[in-house]
């Protein structure tokens, strides 16, 4: 029996101590918000925080996480962080699939908890690894901007030129 700390909350799964933290929290636990993305860590989509660092889920056995703070993005939002990031995402409508965001969102939280003025390098340095199908990445860097200064404001526009320079 494998107990972890997840959102605040102690949860028991009897599961192989191999099985990837993913389908312990989707397919045990029923925490679906953690997306399985490619499998193999290189997409993002199944990003958490283990003890407030940003970790890949779909790789991490279960074993290694036991008696470790596990925030997922079901909890984000109780912290400050992830309530200014999810505040912000909704101002800037970051969201188009709306697929990756919940990785993008736990990406962008361990950021903007640590670094209230995030260079564009620095945002891009932090969510590196968490891709975006839909290309969102201007609004995802005005969101973690909007988010990091903590100053609360209203629906933004991104002019579509500057959503084609971005992805050029």
């Known amino acids: 029996m494998t107990t972890l700390k997840i959102n605040g909350q102690a949860y028991a799964a009897d599961v192989p101590p191999d099985m990837p933290l993913l389908w312990v929290l989707r397919d ?4 679906t918000g953690t997306k ?8 993002g989509a199944c990003t958490v925080h283990l003890d407030g660092t940003p970790v890949r889920a779909c790789v991490l056995p279960v074993a290694n996480v036991e008696g470790r703070e596990i925030t997922t993005i079901e909890g984000v939002g109780q912290t400050e962080a992830g309530a200014r ?9 970051v969201v188009q699939c709306g697929y ?36 969102t990445y201007v609004r995802i860097r005005a969101a973690v901007k909007q988010a990091a200064s903590g100053k609360t404001q209203g629906p933004q526009v991104i002019p579509i030129h500057a959503q084609r320079e971005a992805r050029s």
């Open 85 to 93: 990031v999810q505040q912000a995402w909704l101002a800037v409508d």
């Open 28 to 31: 045990v636990l029923g925490l």
């Open 100 to 135: 990756c965001q919940p990785g993008q969102i736990m990406s962008a939280t361990a950021l903007v908890r640590d670094n209230r003025n995030p260079s564009d390098a620095d945002i891009d340095a932090a969510l590196s690894g968490n891709l975006c199908r839909c290309a």
């Open 36 to 43: 399985f993305g490619c499998g193999i860590a290189q997409c």
